[in-house]
């Protein structure tokens, strides 16, 4: 029996359509000329179903006349399986070939297992070499698949779809084993959203962008001005001999900034944010910060980001890992859209294009929701109920002050208390934290008497903190049932976090899986994804329905796992990224 069905005709594919569309199941693989959908070109398209050869689409010399047919297939109400599905729905998009129904993605079933005995990599010849003890060449990955292929290489391509119809079985029967269900679920209705904001990106004003690149500039260089009296002028020659070392300008140098900091009276143990923040006033400190602050913008973001514009679009176009860390939040690179600085600067040069708007959302307080339904804090969850300030209340409970008395300074502080105590803050590291975050200043004793009075006005999650600390669980759930496994170092304050993490990130990708649906036939674009928050581009005229339509849909997503909280997102219409 032949390996493989090479197809390269309209009449070949009508001939295999019909045993391809009558398939519950189908493997689909791609093979591209590059790893950009914009640049490079679709040159495979492998499908497996059982008991049928692997057929495999030669897309030069098939498309465009077959996108039609082949669309046909990818839509037909079978079980779609791909490892790495956002990969292949960009190269399939940008042949116009359209994909929907059920997916099963492999390298995502594969990640969700990697905390019950699952293997670290979730790469196609890990995952065969694992779960069907069977080694996979990948030799042919990076041969030249846009020239005359060879039958090495179509061994290759066939392998490759063949081997996810037999991989699947077994990955379904770890998912269904380890009540992975739900999670699974909500993974693999995500990925679709997951390429559409890859393959769409984000607009980025090149003005503006240069514009703050050259303040920036202006500004780390004034502070290096500022701090030449103290750290010494810059020298073209340093003295070898003498008692002293002169600093020359090093203020990138620990070890010199340290010294300088001492010789003038600041003594700190190291030179991190969190050591200096009792000396913020001091001139010499301002300036280091502001030098530092400037210096990390420049080199993070500012000067790099530009190149990354893609000469195609126009536009940036992150790239997105979908269980990117084990809480299960995504991360992101390439630029990493999710680390650009809030400040108004920045967001401001993240622009919709001329006719169009950005719809900004955001859950509001999400991860204290996720903890009143976690820990089931009647308090909390009353607050929640009636729409309650819970920063006002805590503030009111923890001061023993009437809550229509709370000033707008003492509510900063109750935030400090809420997000710092709900995930094992001590005393001390709630003072720090409060102050470098919130600047806000508490004494030890205040912070030891709010730590005291908290617990004794929620006392869901003092007994929340209570059964972890006594139990101390080698394994914990997100509410749609994502597990994860601590290991031996793994400390009281990431069994707090680590479901409450993951718990906000289901509901958000939840949230993106229903969003892909009822955006698929409009002009709207999921642009961006911030762990709560997401950004959309539309129509003008289509702003303010868009905007219900994302609150709507990120608050129904919410409430199917919260189900005793309810679940409350803001948006706002806006030029710009800056404008929530």
Same mark, same amino acid.
């Given at each position: ?13 009508? /001939?295999?359509? /019909? ?41 030069? @010399? ?56 699952? &293997? ?25 698949? !846009? ?101 020359? !300008?090093?203020?990138? !140098? ?86 650009? &600085? ?11 294009? &001329? ?40 503030? !009111? ?147 303010? @329905? ?16 919260? @189900? ?17």
């Amino acid at each position: 029996m032949e390996k493989w069905l090479l197809i390269d005709t309209l009449d070949q594919v009508e /001939a295999v359509s /019909a045993k391809l569309l009558s398939a519950k199941v189908m493997a689909i693989d791609t093979e591209t000329t590059g790893l950009n959908p914009h640049i490079a070109r679709l040159r495979l398209i492998q499908i497996a179903v059982e008991g049928h050869v692997t057929v495999i689409f030669d897309c030069f @010399k098939l498309l465009p006349e077959a996108m039609e047919e082949i669309s046909m297939i990818l839509t037909s109400p079978s079980i779609k399986v791909f490892q790495n599905a956002k990969f292949d729905l960009k190269f399939l998009r940008s042949e116009k070939i359209a994909v929907s129904g059920w997916i099963f993605d492999t390298m995502l079933a594969a990640k969700l297992l990697r905390t019950s005995g699952g &293997p670290r990599s979730a790469g196609l010849a890990s995952l065969a070499r694992h779960y069907l003890n069977q080694t996979l060449s990948k030799e042919e990955q990076k041969s030249d698949f !846009s020239s005359q292929l060879t039958t090495r290489q179509l061994d290759y391509a066939a392998k490759d779809a063949e081997i996810l119809l037999e991989l699947r079985h077994r990955l379904l029967d770890e998912i269904k084993k380890n009540h992975l269900i739900e999670v699974a679920r909500l993974e693999f209705e995500c990925v679709y959203a997951v390429a559409s904001i890859e393959y769409d990106g984000i607009y980025l004003d090149k003005e503006k962008w240069l514009t703050l690149r050259k303040e920036t500039e202006q500004m780390r260089a004034d502070a290096l001005s500022e701090l030449y009296p103290f750290i010494g002028y810059p020298a073209l020659q340093l003295s070898l001999f003498g008692d002293h070392k002169p600093y020359g !300008s090093n203020v990138n !140098s620990n070890k010199q900034v340290l010294k300088m900091l001492g010789d003038n009276g600041i003594h700190v143990e190291n030179t991190s944010k969190h050591s200096l923040a009792h000396y913020d006033q001091n001139p010499i400190v301002v300036s280091l910060l502001k030098y530092r602050t400037a210096s990390k913008a420049l080199s993070s973001f500012l000067c790099s980001i530009p190149g990354q514009i893609s000469n195609s679009t126009g536009r940036l176009h992150p790239q997105y890992s979908q269980i990117g860390a084990w809480s299960g939040r995504m991360s992101c690179g390439g630029p990493n859209i999710q680390q650009i &600085p809030r400040k108004q600067a920045f967001r401001q040069c993240f622009t919709a294009l &001329p006719g169009r708007r950005l719809i900004i959302a955001d859950y509001s307080q999400i991860e204290l929701r996720v903890i009143a339904q976690i820990s089931g804090d009647q308090r909390m969850i009353g607050a929640y109920r009636n729409g309650d300030d819970l920063h006002k209340l805590t503030a !009111s409970l923890v001061l023993q002050k009437q809550i229509d008395l709370i000033t707008k300074q003492e509510r900063q502080a109750a935030k400090a208390v809420n997000f710092g105590l709900v995930f094992g803050m001590g005393a001390a590291g709630l003072k720090a934290y409060a102050e470098e975050n919130y600047g806000v200043e508490m004494s030890s004793t205040d912070a030891e008497m709010f730590k005291k009075r908290f617990f004794m006005a929620y006392k869901g999650i003092e007994a929340w903190h209570k059964e972890l600390k006594k139990t101390k669980p080698g394994s914990s759930r997100t509410l749609a049932g994502r597990k994860h496994t601590y290991s031996r170092e793994s400390g009281m304050s990431a069994r707090y976090n680590t479901p409450v993490q993951g718990s906000a990130a289901d509901i958000l990708k939840n949230a993106l899986g229903m969003l892909y649906v009822k955006l698929k036939d409009t002009n709207t674009s999921i642009v961006a994804v911030v762990h709560d928050e997401i950004v959309l581009e539309c129509d003008e005229v289509e702003a303010q @329905k868009t905007a219900l339509l994302l609150t709507s849909t990120m608050e129904e997503a919410g409430s199917r796992y919260l @189900k005793d909280v309810p679940v409350v997102a803001e948006a706002s219409v806006a030029d710009s990224w800056a404008e929530k």
